[in-house]
């Protein structure tokens, strides 16, 4: 199978070509970690020839499900950030897609993610508890009237675009949810939002259907990276350098106790 995966990673070099020049956050390639039985194969790019290759196997320390598509760090690989997925991902032109996303994931990773994590109270009492799964297990109230009444209002906002209703809604969600759960739903927004937001470009690039899964009833976790995507493309289209300081974006999509306002949504006489 390592040559056939060699074959596939080749692929997606290529298409890496085509499409790095979306965003910043494709500037490079990053390991890949294919799960075969209960073993990783790490590939990692030999920057020299600008191809993948093998580099080890790796015994799976926790059970991956069949379909996953992930960035953590790999133990045995040095701590090093990588994308996990399983075989059938090189099986279609989105799956290759779906891995310059987790690319993302990665940038994101290794220039400020720990950084903002950190600036909020529920990543912090998280970590206090060795709590590892909070970003998934988290018990937002999806299924709250008040939420599922409020969050299309938003997402409705921000696609006219109507920036004061956008900051009457965002500053609403902030009360009503409380700190936790407005933490919870702004990181979803902007971690998995904008990974998103930059896997829609590419789809858009290549002539495919954009993501738009969760933005309807019944809410979940994966609706705040539809309106996160939303968000940013908001965001994007009134100051298209908005996306390119991640940190920034960040603090541009927060509304929460001890987070700089959403300053430029606020200013209802901005352009």
Not at 86 to 111: A, K, M, N, R, W
Request: charged share 20%; with cysteine; proline share 6%.
């Amino acid at each position: 199978m390592t040559q056939t995966y060699l074959e596939s990673l080749a692929k997606l070099i290529s298409l890496h070509h085509r499409l790095g020049c979306v965003h910043p956050a494709l500037e490079k390639c990053y390991p890949v970690a294919i799960v075969e039985g209960e073993k990783f194969l790490i590939y990692d790019l030999d920057q020299s020839q600008g191809i993948y290759h093998f580099k080890k196997s790796a015994p799976i320390p926790m059970p991956i499900p069949q379909g996953v598509r992930a960035a953590f760090q790999l133990a045995d690989y040095g701590g090093r950030i990588a994308c996990v997925v399983t075989p059938e991902v090189f099986d279609s032109i989105e799956g290759y897609v779906t891995i310059l996303h987790e690319y993302v994931h990665c940038f994101q990773y290794e220039t400020c993610e720990q950084e903002l994590k950190m600036t909020l109270d529920i990543a912090k009492q998280a970590q206090e508890k060795g709590d590892f799964m909070w970003e998934i297990e988290h018990p937002f109230p999806y299924t709250a009237k008040a939420f599922i009444d409020a969050y299309p209002d938003f997402l409705a906002a921000l696609r006219a675009p109507d920036f004061p209703a956008v900051s009457r809604i965002r500053q609403w969600l902030n009360m009503y949810l409380g700190r936790h759960d407005f933490e919870y739903m702004l990181w979803q927004e902007w971690k998995e939002g904008f990974a998103r937001w930059v896997e829609n470009r590419l789809q858009a690039h290549l002539g495919l259907d954009i993501n738009n899964r969760g933005s309807e009833p019944p809410f979940s976790r994966i609706t705040f990276y539809a309106g996160g995507a939303t968000f940013i493309e908001a965001l994007y289209r009134r100051e298209p350098t908005a996306v390119n300081d991640l940190m920034k974006l960040f603090n541009q999509m927060s509304m929460n106790i001890g987070h700089p306002a959403l300053s430029a949504i606020n200013d209802e006489n901005h352009p």
